[in-house]
């Protein structure tokens, strides 16, 4: 490993550093965002138009650092935008890789759900789809988005507004969900088809972090 690479391994190190992490919690807080000290904000998210609430749980992994992204990260850091009656609200030790997600009503997301990068999910579709409404009307219907526990959205993944993604469910990669998908599920697809089921875990002690792991 030559000088250059070694001083690079370090500076992502450090960047992943507790003390870097605290600074970002601090820097959240500052606009308002509930954010508990178990969770790790790696880099400072962009709170675009931040007039909403943003509840983030327990040990949540939020990522805005491309360095330390080994599949490719298109966004160069987190986005998080509200409206003045949006609330976003992530759950207990959910994973976010630099993706962007908007709420004018609702945006929920579950425990332990994974994001992968690049996707993006919005409870509004900005804009009406027929043509002469379109230049000069913004989509004034939102519809709350829903991503139960344990769900994985691979990268690229965009969900529309109205959706609920069902618990253990898995959407592939560059996928588009325009409508509802059940539990236990693998969907792909523009728009997402279920593809096959997945196998459902026993139900168990709900604090066990490896009970309701989908394979």
């Keep these: 490993m030559t000088l250059l690479q070694r001083l690079a391994k ?67 850091r987190m986005v998080l935008s509200t409206t003045k009656t949006g609330v976003i609200e992530i759950g207990d030790d959910a994973g976010l890789n630099g993706s962007a997600i908007h709420a004018e009503k609702k945006v929920f997301i579950g425990k332990r759900v994974m994001i992968g990068a ?17 230049r000069h009307l913004e989509d004034k219907e939102p519809q709350e988005v829903r991503i139960e526990d344990d769900v994985w959205l691979g990268v690229d993944v965009q969900v529309g507004k109205g959706v609920t993604i069902g618990k253990g469910s898995v959407i592939g990669a560059k996928s588009m969900v325009t409508s509802d998908i059940p539990p236990f599920v693998l969907a792909a697809g523009t728009p997402a088809k279920v593809i096959r089921p997945l196998r459902c875990p026993h139900e168990t002690d709900p604090d066990d972090v490896h009970a309701n792991v989908v394979p």
């Design 10 to 76: 370090r500076w992502v190190g450090l960047r992943k550093k507790p003390l870097l992490c605290f600074y970002s919690r601090i820097w959240m807080r500052l606009f308002g965002c509930t954010v508990p000290a178990s969770a790790k904000i790696y880099g400072f998210p962009n709170l675009l138009r931040h007039e909403g609430k943003i509840i983030i749980g327990e040990r949540v992994m939020m990522n805005s650092l491309r360095s330390i992204y080994r599949f490719g990260q298109p966004f160069p």
């Design 118 to 134: 690049g996707c993006r999910i919005a409870d509004v579709s900005f804009h009406p789809v027929d043509a002469v409404p379109r």
